[in-house]
């Protein structure tokens, strides 16, 4: 019985350790990514730049990884993990209204770009395209629960404001879709107004005119008195 038990706890030594080795592994291909990828881009990148980066085969990088998408997509995660969190501790701001939610809501998004601004950047091109179709159903499993609570915690800061009557009745869950459509179109256009200009970042600037106009076109106002 007792060297049962000291071959079981060998084998699950073993176990353990095979476990981390390959979760380092898998972390240093992503790391070397996302390296290549801010050099070359996404979509000039191959499977062999990243291996050639990491050191490795690109046959091990494929034991990890089925294809490039699927290694992008790997990277969104951290993000999207990010987002969620910074989103949810909006909504659960106790000591702030509905129109102040609005503008946290603003320094949160930023935050998540400023988290990882090539990545995220790339992410509102993944989501415009067939690529996620290419993914295993477990990771794309993750990706959409993770943007599901991130939209979950916009809409829910729209519907206490809905509540509390200083927001138009309109549904929550597309101002939610609105204020998502704000901020990947600002960061995508200033983005793109960057490679002319690379010395000029009105970002931030540009992302609080833009939700400064959207609130106000939110808010109730009181009946004018006839």
């Not at 350790?17 to 898998?26: I, V």
């Not at 629960?145 to 939209?151: D, G, I, N, V």
Request: proline share 3%; net charge positive; aromatic share 10%.
């Amino acid at each position: 019985m007792v060297l049962k038990n000291k071959c079981d706890s060998v084998i699950m030594g073993i176990k353990e350790r095979k476990g981390r080795e390959k979760e380092r592994r898998r972390q240093q291909i992503m790391v070397a990514a996302r390296r290549v990828f801010s050099i070359k881009s996404f979509s000039k990148a191959t499977m062999e730049d990243i291996a050639k980066e990491a050191e490795l085969s690109p046959g091990t990088i494929y034991l990890y990884f089925k294809n490039k998408d699927e290694l992008f997509a790997s990277l969104s995660l951290r993000v999207l993990h990010y987002m969620r969190n910074t989103l949810e501790s909006v909504y659960n701001k106790k000591d702030i209204e509905p129109e102040q939610k609005i503008e946290a809501l603003m320094e949160a998004l930023y935050a998540v770009y400023e988290f990882d601004p090539l990545v995220l950047i790339n992410m509102f091109h993944l989501q415009s395209s067939e690529t996620l179709k290419n993914l295993s159903p477990n990771l794309l499993s993750n990706i959409l629960e993770l943007s599901r609570s991130s939209f979950s915690s916009m809409s829910k800061i729209f519907k206490e404001g809905i509540k509390k009557g200083v927001f138009i009745d309109r549904h929550p869950i597309a101002l939610a879709d609105i204020v998502w459509s704000i901020f990947s179109g600002v960061v995508l256009w200033e983005g793109s107004k960057r490679l002319i200009d690379s010395k000029k970042d009105y970002l931030k600037s540009t992302l609080e005119i833009a939700f400064e106009i959207f609130s106000r076109g939110i808010k109730t106002y009181p009946e004018p008195v006839s």
